[in-house]
T-cell receptor
Framework: NAGVTQTPKFRVLKTGQSMTLLCAQDMNHEYMYWYRQDPGMGLRLIHYSVGEGTTAKGEVPDGYNVSRLKKQNFLLGLESAAPSQTSVYFC??????????FGDGTRLSIL | GENVEQHPSTLSVQEGDSAVIKCTYSDSASNYFPWYKQELGKGPQLIIDIRSNVGEKKDQRIAVTLNKTAKHFSLHITETQPEDSAVYFCAARDPTGYSTLTFGKGTMLLVSP
């Protein structure tokens, strides 16, 4: 049982490049979330999903898009990366409204 | 929106001592308060939570207390061990939306042997 798996674990991008972060969970959870964590800022919600085919904006959605085509996967996209998006990104899932299981994060640097 | 303040930002204790981390929240309608532990290089792990209809909850060496009148809640760790060293985050749930937890900025707990 892998829980929540995030790929990649590390990535360096140049400003303007695009990329997709993948989150996969094997617990059959309905709810999935994407957070970013910055020094001294705690965790901030980017987007979330309450089920397959649904997505919604969180606290800091600008510059990101998401998709939930399959229940087990939640993708986070950066269309045109900016240095302000340098952060550690965490995916989480749960069977109830509040996030319970987090992945180990993707460390993203944008130069 | 909700605002969560967490104190202290760092806390150093000796093994066997107790540790207390405090959080205050601004929205009196908030009704769910989880605590997460984050070890270095790992994602947060939910360790305990409390709902607004309960004043205290315990799970072995950890406990959480909630004072709705004062709008603050605290994490208590007794008989601390080196493996308790981590960053701890509190959060409060904004009842107006799905899963819109507002997190505190974290407390780095260091337990020295």
């Amino acid at each position: 049982n892998a829980g929540v798996t995030q790929t990649p674990k590390f990535r360096v991008l140049k400003t303007g490049q695009s990329m997709t972060l993948l989150c996969a969970q094997d617990m059959n959870h309905e709810y999935m979330y994407w957070y970013r964590q910055d020094p001294g800022m705690g965790l901030r919600l980017i987007h979330y999903s309450v089920g397959e085919g649904t997505t919604a904006k969180g606290e800091v959605p600008d510059g990101y898009n998401v998709s939930r085509l399959k229940k087990q996967n939640f993708l986070l996209g950066l269309e045109s990366a900016a240095p302000s998006q340098t952060s550690v990104y965490f995916c989480a899932s749960s069977y109830r409204v509040q996030p319970q299981h987090f992945g180990d994060g993707t460390r993203l640097s944008i130069l | 929106g909700e605002n969560v303040e967490q104190h202290p930002s760092t806390l150093s204790v000796q093994e066997g001592d107790s540790a207390v981390i405090k959080c205050t929240y601004s929205d009196s309608a908030s009704n769910y308060f989880p605590w997460y532990k984050q070890e270095l290089g790992k994602g947060p792990q939910l360790i305990i939570d409390i709902r607004s209809n309960v004043g205290e909850k315990k799970d072995q060496r950890i406990a959480v207390t909630l004072n709705k009148t004062a709008k603050h809640f605290s994490l208590h760790i007794t008989e601390t061990q080196p493996e308790d060293s981590a960053v701890y985050f509190c959060a409060a749930r904004d009842p107006t939306g799905y899963s819109t937890l507002t997190f505190g900025k974290g407390t780095m707990l260091l337990v020295s042997p």
